[in-house]
């Protein structure tokens, strides 16, 4: 399977929200999850949200693993998310720098709750709950904002927050 085009920063879809999915099972959802998991790992990225891809549909992926964009990151098996919603979030608002495949070069310094609850629908079309928190929640909250039509870039205080990629990188390596 090859990886799908990413949408990038200005495109029209990535500031719309994202209408829900009617059947999780249909063989084009299946398809579609499939191929953005290939996309999502293939971008090295942690999480992808369908309207990154130019589905509009509240559909996402959540896998958190060290990588290069994210060395420090947990390890967990990825996890496919329909029509997801949010219970409730706790904890003290975390700050991070977040990056994102469809603003690349860029990242900025997000202040996110430290846990998540969240609803959805696997892939069987089964209603699942699941608590999340730390990274993996921050991954959750990231991608959920791309179902509501925000990138992170929304997210931050202040431009002042902001942080080219090849600095950051600089940054991490002299620390």
């Known amino acids: 399977m ?5 949408a990038q920063l200005g495109e029209p879809i990535l500031r719309q929200r994202a209408r829900p999915v009617s059947d999780a099972t249909a063989a084009e959802i299946q398809t579609l999850w499939q191929r953005m998991l290939v996309t999502m790992e293939a971008a090295g990225g942690v999480g992808i949200a369908a309207p990154q891809v130019f589905e509009p549909l509240r559909l996402m992926i959540i896998a958190s693993r060290p990588n290069a964009r994210y060395p420090d990151a947990p390890q967990m098996d990825p996890v496919v998310l329909i029509n997801p919603e949010i ?6 608002l975390v700050s991070f720098v977040e990056g994102c495949l469809s603003v690349p070069g860029i990242r900025g310094t997000v202040r996110r709750p430290d ?3 969240v609803r959805y629908l696997d892939t ?3 209603p699942q709950q ?13 991608e959920f904002d791309h179902l509501e039509g925000r990138t992170f870039l929304d997210q931050v205080d202040s431009p002042a927050d902001l942080i080219a990629q090849s600095v950051w990188e600089q940054q991490c390596q002299s620390a």
Request: aromatic share 6%; proline share 7%; glycine share 10%.
């Open 130 to 142: 699941l608590s999340l928190s730390g990274f993996p929640a921050r991954i959750f909250l990231h």
């Open 115 to 117: 846990n998540v609850e």
């Open 87 to 92: 219970l409730n979030t706790s904890g003290e």
């Open 124 to 126: 069987l079309g089964q």
């Open 2 to 6: 090859t990886p799908m085009a990413i």
